[in-house]
């Protein structure tokens, strides 16, 4: 089974993402077992009648077990019901995710 968590995360890691050469591009290849459980995510959603949910994750190198890791991980789960979900708030381009510098932002020049 692709990456999950022992805790209430039911979230299936799909792939980390890694730069690329081109600026602002960020690739990464899923597994066999991770398109499997999509396709498990996908007949869960819509089995509830609810739509699936894509997490983009920023990896932190300095809690990770492999600090050459990929500086995103992408995820999937089921959407929840809107009334649990949280409030959203759009990302702006020049947002730094409250961090200054760095060389893995997604809207930082190159």
Known sequence: ????????????????????????????????????????????????????????????????KNPNGPPFSLSVDVEMERSKQPARKAIEPDDDFGETGGDDSLFGED
């Open 1 to 64: 089974m692709a990456f999950q968590r022992k805790s209430r995360n039911t979230s299936v890691r799909l792939t980390g993402l890694f730069r690329s050469k081109r600026p602002g591009l960020f690739v990464g290849g899923a597994r066999d077992q991770a398109f499997a459980d999509l396709i498990a995510k996908v007949k869960e959603a819509k089995a509830a009648g609810r739509g699936i949910t894509f997490f983009l994750w920023r990896n932190d190198p300095t809690k990770s």
